[in-house]
């Protein structure tokens, strides 16, 4: 078995809503969450008279964003570190249209990676390639076949006598 995976280690979650004012906007798009974790660099890099904070939200690098407005983001220890300083003193400023309204630790989420067979069904590989084949737009001859066969499937020296045993001529 695998050796479990540790997912999000060193990271701060910050839980954001929005700006009643643009909530009232209505119907906007909801920014994506690299355009708010820029925006949360931004408003944070400006803060010139703190140069700890303004360094430490250069160094930040973007985690995730999940739904409901939590910003995932990752920096060295020394960085988070001044990151949950500034929210304790209230000095840490949150993107454009937005507020702040809980930071906290993120605990590394375990996962167990799943091994896969060795074994590739060959119907299922035949099928994926003559329909990838198809989207491309490549007509599909027992040439042409194999040479997808063999560029995406690598390793495998049978190819040639499987295309030409399942071949009509």
């Known amino acids: 078995?695998?050796?479990?995976?540790?997912?999000?280690?060193?990271?701060?979650?910050?839980?954001?809503?929005?700006?009643?004012?643009?909530?009232?906007?209505?119907?906007a798009e909801e920014p994506g969450g690299r355009a708010v974790f820029r925006a949360f660099c931004r408003a944070n890099t400006r803060c010139f008279w703190n140069s700890r904070l303004a360094r430490a939200a250069s160094r930040l690098a973007f985690q995730g964003w999940l739904r409901r407005g939590v910003l995932l983001v990752h920096a060295p220890p020394a960085s988070l570190q001044v990151l949950r300083d500034a929210w304790c003193r209230?000095?840490?400023?949150?993107?454009?249209?937005?507020?702040?309204?809980?930071?906290?630790?993120?605990?590394?989420?375990?996962?167990?990676?799943?091994?896969?067979?060795?074994?590739?069904?060959l119907a299922e590989v035949l099928c994926c390639a003559v329909s990838d084949m198809n989207a491309a737009q490549i007509v599909v001859t027992q040439e042409s076949l194999l040479e997808h066969l063999v560029k995406h499937y690598p390793g495998h020296r049978v190819w040639h006598l499987i295309t030409q045993s399942f071949w009509m001529d």
């Open 1 to 27: 078995m695998a050796r479990p995976v540790q997912l999000a280690p060193g990271s701060l979650a910050l839980v954001l809503c929005r700006l009643e004012a643009q909530e009232a906007a209505g119907g």
């Open 90 to 121: 209230r000095a840490l400023r949150p993107p454009r249209g937005f507020r702040i309204r809980a930071v906290g630790d993120v605990f590394p989420v375990q996962m167990n990676p799943i091994a896969q067979s060795q074994f590739i069904p």
